[in-house]
């Protein structure tokens, strides 16, 4: 009886200290060193082969706003994201506003380009893709997460991650703040 008590009430501060997080608006995943860094030059967004798009570099998208998203086809948080990202890049694209969607397989059918072909083409998605089945990009970002997005200045200085679902808010407001900058 006593254990059932104890494992309810940490249940429950675990979902008050989740709370007051999100009610503070504090992005507990980009402090410290690791994944998340603000404020440092964006790393190179180089890939070898790209959908939707000719290849990109940080160079290319000088005096743009862009969104690095990292992403894969069969991840369910990857796919509640999604349409945000559509809608953002729907609004903004014509402002200067570009999306790089970094796919970053997690599993070995997620590394068939014909699969992830079939799957943006049936989810109209229309930004850029570039495929990163060796995890180069990943790494030079010092990435852990599916879904991540890191918002990139006009400079080419990431001012923004965001990790998992939620904070589509603040995202966008970021997003509209460095356009207008």
């Known amino acids: 009886m006593k254990l059932a008590m104890t494992f309810k009430r940490s249940i429950i501060l675990v979902a008050l200290i989740l709370t007051l997080v999100t009610m503070a608006d ?56 999604e349409p945000y990202v559509k809608q953002w890049y729907q609004r903004y694209h014509s402002q200067g506003f570009e999306v790089i969607a970094v796919h970053s397989p997690e599993f070995a059918h997620e590394k068939n380009i014909e699969n992830v072909k079939k799957y943006i083409n049936k989810e109209n998605i229309a930004y850029p893709v570039v495929l990163d089945n060796d995890f180069r990009i990943w790494k030079r970002f010092n990435n852990r997460y599916w879904p991540a997005m890191y918002l990139v200045d006009k400079k080419g200085i990431i001012r923004y991650a965001h990790f998992g679902e939620g904070r589509y808010k603040k995202t966008e407001s970021m997003i509209q703040k460095l356009l207008t900058e």
Do not use: H
């Open 26 to 81: 504090v992005d507990i995943f980009t402090t410290g060193q690791a994944s998340g860094q603000v404020n440092i030059t964006a790393p190179s967004i180089e890939g070898r082969v790209w959908l939707n798009s000719t290849p990109m570099t940080n160079e290319s998208l000088k005096n743009k706003v862009y969104l690095v998203e990292f992403w894969t086809f069969g991840c369910y948080n990857c796919r509640n994201v």
